[in-house]
T-cell receptor, first 111, second 112 residues
Framework: KNEVEQSPQNLTAQEGEFITINCSYS?????LHWLQQHPGGGIVSLFM???GKKKHGRLIATINIQEKHSSLHITASHPRDSAVYIC?????????????FGEGTQLTVNP | NAGVMQNPRHLVRRRGQEARLRCSPM?????VYWYRQLPEEGLKFMVY????????ESGMPKERFSAEFPKEGPSILRIQQVVRGDSAAYFC??????????FGSGTRLTVV
């Protein structure tokens, strides 16, 4: 079993829909990251969370430390949001800030 | 303030050759991480370095792979005697001690 599990694996939405991507982890962490990866492109860090909620534009990330769960929400989705969204955690017991990744959620937003 | 610079973006090597991947961290970042993404798989940690020191190499294959981050110049990931299974996207990230990663655009290595 992976230390970081994401769901769903694939998600197709219509433009304008509200989207939720979930991430569960089974180990103690010091921080959780949400990343975005476009096809053939690089990786962009969207959020780093250790508690509560963060918002940037149409993106909202929440984390519940007790339940070991985080969600990434996209409001008013747009085709340009189509990408792979990756949850990654910094394990509490590791040195430095290395990340352990989920398998990613492929999001496709249709016009 | 340039981001994390990786080069080359694409690298083709024949089996048995050496591959050298370079990563220049963001200005002010002292921590460098290398991650590998095999085709159709998720990202996996390889190695974590600070200037002139390897801090954690628990994700590095035992043979043929090495990494360095010299006092001057970029971090280098070196793969000797490449095999087809080394074909992957290799991402470098840098961070200050606060741990927010900034990723490079990656180097896509193809072994033919």
């Amino acid at each position: 079993k992976n230390e970081v599990e994401q769901s769903p694996q694939n998600l197709t939405a219509q433009e304008g829909e509200f989207i939720t991507i979930n991430c569960s982890y089974s180990v103690g962490i010091s921080a959780l990251h949400w990343l975005q990866q476009h096809p053939g492109g690089g990786i962009v860090s969207l959020f780093m969370l250790s508690s509560g909620k963060k918002k940037h534009g149409r993106l909202i990330a929440t984390i519940n430390i007790q339940e070991k769960h985080s969600s990434l929400h996209i409001t008013a989705s747009h085709p340009r949001d189509s990408a792979v969204y990756i949850c990654a955690v910094r394990l509490a017991e590791t040195s430095g800030s290395r990340l352990t990744f989920g398998e990613g959620t492929q999001l496709t937003v249709n016009p | 303030n340039a981001g994390v610079m990786q080069n080359p973006r694409h690298l083709v090597r024949r089996r048995g050759q050496e591959a050298r991947l370079r990563c220049s961290p963001m200005k002010g970042h002292s921590h460098v991480y290398w991650y590998r993404q095999l085709p159709e798989e998720g990202l996996k940690f390889m190695v974590y370095l600070q200037k002139e020191n390897i801090i954690d190499e628990s994700g590095m294959p035992k043979e043929r792979f090495s990494a360095e981050f010299p006092k001057e110049g970029p971090s280098i990931l070196r793969i000797q005697q490449v095999v087809r299974g080394d074909s992957a996207a290799y991402f470098c990230a840098s961070s200050p001690p606060s741990a927010f990663h900034t990723f490079g655009s990656g180097t896509r290595l193809t072994v033919v």
